[in-house]
């Protein structure tokens, strides 16, 4: 029995030497690295997470190891950077050497590195740049665009209307109305709310992002051998190939009648690009490209805009004086004229409560993870290249340095002194840099026409029974930060 002791003790005292040693070369490896909690073997700092919401756990260890810190995920070091300047300095100074993205596990499942959100190198520029140009040629922030947004504003009123001032959920709603914006540059069309198939498509974007923001989901990105034992990796898969599924089916339709001189749709014109493309070898513009792409777009298109107008009602029930300025403003300014992108300027207070809203509501706390395409060095610390990387936005949008009152529902932090409206450089709910939202224009132009056309016609209140207190602004957990269902009161307005 001695001798299997002293064996035990031996072979313990080797592991922990090993160990040791390990720690040693890596922080040789890692000299003036950026610091962070000490990791334990195999899980790292795991242990230290709420996996339900990690973005406050790294807004506690920012104010323990400053603005530019690192955990260990798994074998991963994670760099993060924290509060506007970090973040500026990073992804618009330093914009190049933080423009990759890196490769994650469930990401890499369902994209294969296509697309535009999760692509990589020449792909994403590529697709990007194809992206960026294709969007402006079919309207996005130009008064074709507009028109569509006013028109789909007159069949979300009306659905609103219906309700006769009772009680309901208008998530759903809203997400199809905003849906629509997106499909018609991507599609060339527009559904009727009830359209099976539409209502299905809907579905399975918002399955899916509840989904990918499940503690399970971030467990397989650290360890991905675990997948074989995850239902929501295997339904999120199941919604990619049906969502494709029914792309694939229309693009087939309109390569039938494709005509490269009257393109009809995003689809449309990817469709030219490949057939000019048909002689490379190599090319970027082929069917996963196309599923991917339109699959980002429309996820992309729907969750930020929508999350936000859901947003947007709950906050003017909770802040019913907020609701009456805006409307006070929407009588001065547009009277019972259509309200148009151009009466902007001259309704600061709205657009001040627009921002507020976006601000306040933090729908995605954290960017999606960046990936350092070189080394660099920021705030003193020698970050080396292919480092995952990321921006913590929440600490942007809160930041105390640049905010009167971060944590409060406060439009006036876009006012001056005399009620104009103030850019604030802090404010970056659609990221920085190279990987900034591609869809920026068209969401602030929705954001503005859907938000401002509804309080013109409706006043917001909670349901009988339930109080301003009583209204819940703790978010639900998604992969972004949607509100907890709720129910409301669309009162038309005389």
């Not at 994403?124 to 194809?130: A, D, G, P, Q, T």
């Amino acid at each position: 029995w001695s001798s299997c002791t002293s064996i035990g003790l031996v072979f313990i005292l080797t592991f922990l030497s090993i160990l040791k040693m390990g720690g040693f070369w890596n922080n040789r490896r890692r000299k003036n690295f950026p610091p962070g909690p000490r990791a334990l073997p195999i899980i790292g700092n795991l242990h230290l997470f709420d996996l339900k919401r990690p973005y406050r756990t790294y807004l506690q260890l920012s104010k323990v190891y400053g603005p530019v810190f690192s955990v260990q995920m798994g074998q991963r070091k994670i760099v993060v950077i924290s509060g506007y300047e970090t973040v500026k300095e990073a992804l618009v100074n330093q914009a190049d050497a933080f423009s990759e993205r890196p490769k994650i596990p469930i990401f890499e499942d369902l994209t294969r590195g296509n697309g535009i959100v999760f692509a990589h190198g020449e792909n994403w520029k590529v697709m990007r740049r194809f992206t960026l140009t294709t969007l402006r040629d079919f309207g996005m922030g130009k008064r074709a665009i507009e028109d569509r947004i006013v028109e789909e504003y007159g069949y979300l009123a009306d659905t609103f209307a219906s309700q006769e001032g009772k009680p309901f959920d208008a998530s759903k709603i809203i997400n199809a109305a905003v849906a629509n914006i997106i499909v018609s540059i991507l599609l060339g069309k527009r559904f009727d709310y009830k359209d099976s198939r539409f209502v299905r498509l809907l579905h399975l974007t918002n399955e899916s992002m509840r989904l990918a923001g499940k503690p399970l989901v971030t467990m397989y990105n650290i360890f991905p051998h675990l997948g074989f034992l995850l239902r929501a990796n295997k339904t999120l898969l199941q919604n990619r190939d049906e969502f494709h599924a029914y792309v694939q089916v229309t693009f087939v339709e309109h390569l039938k009648t494709l005509d490269k001189n009257d393109q009809r749709s995003f689809i449309d014109a990817f469709l030219v690009k490949q057939q000019e493309e048909k002689s490379t070898t190599n090319g970027y513009f082929h069917n996963g490209n196309l599923l991917s792409l339109v699959s980002n777009l429309f996820t992309a298109g729907v969750e930020t805009i929508s999350t936000t107008l859901n947003w947007s009602f709950l906050l003017m029930m909770k802040y019913p004086e907020i609701q009456r300025k805006v409307q006070e403003e929407i009588e001065r300014v547009i009277g019972s004229n259509p309200p148009r992108i151009e009466h902007r300027t001259q309704m600061p207070y709205t657009d001040a409560v627009i921002h507020e809203i976006q601000r306040f509501a933090n729908i995605l706390p954290l960017d999606l993870p960046h990936e350092t395409a070189a080394d660099v060095t920021l705030k003193g610390y020698f970050i080396p290249k292919g480092t995952f990387i990321i921006p913590l936005l929440t600490s942007v949008l809160k930041d105390k340095s640049q905010w009167e009152k971060p944590d409060m529902f406060y439009p006036e932090h876009f006012l001056d002194a005399n009620g104009k409206f103030v850019k604030k450089d802090a404010f970056l709910p659609f990221s920085a840099g190279r990987r900034i939202c591609a869809g920026e224009t068209l969401a602030k132009m929705e954001l503005f026409l859907f938000f401002t056309s509804l309080l013109q016609r409706f006043t917001f209140h909670p349901p009988p029974g339930v109080s301003v207190s009583d209204l819940d602004l703790s978010p639900a957990i998604s992969f972004n930060v949607i509100p907890k269902p709720y129910k409301m009161c669309a009162v038309t307005r005389s």
